[in-house]
């Protein structure tokens, strides 16, 4: 059992607080009240980023005493919003939030995963027709081995994990936000997640 805080109490927070709780593990979910945050990520070991993308830079920076020696999951993706609400571009082009965060809170260990796949796929990835990629980023080994056994509660098999490398491998996993709004648009929303075929 491992001690988590959830950031965000949304559809994506809420979702892995849940299914987080039914592995096993101790969960607190943060949401906006003033200090909830703080407390929060004060007592987990782990802290799961599921605050919408575009301000959690601010949000999370202010939180940087609370995570120092802490485990940062970002599983969040920083864009603007087009007219129809759906993502429309990159807030940090030539960079991602993940590396924007672990420079913001250098004593954290930030791994980026989760990102390239809508909410219901991350707590079940067994439910689509085709084999999903869960994909890491970040610059710590053994924190990155961490989230791949969270990620394993979650029932994503480990040949379903792809470590990429480094934290700055996260701005190509961010930039395929840029695919959701097309397939959603065509599609409807359906889950699906980015995988690689082999």
Known sequence: MTSIAVLG?????????TALTRAGHEVTVADRTPGA?????????????????????DRLGALREELRGKILVDVSNATTDGPDGLPADLLHPGSSLAEQ????????RVVKTLNTMLFPVMTAPATLTRT?????????????????????????????????GGIQTARATEAAILFVPHVIRSTGFTPFAISIAR
């Open 37 to 57: 945050a703080a407390d929060a990520a004060r007592t987990a070991r782990i802290v799961i980023n599921a605050t919408p993308g575009a301000g959690s830079l």
């Open 132 to 164: 999903p990629t869960a994909f890491l980023s970040g610059d710590d080994p053994q924190a990155k081995q961490t989230v791949r056994e969270l990620l394993t509660d979650l029932g994503w098999h480990k040949d379903w994990i792809t470590d990429l």
């Open 9 to 17: 109490n949304g559809r994506v927070g809420g979702n892995l607080a």
């Open 101 to 108: 965060l672990q420079d913001a809170l250098p004593e954290t």
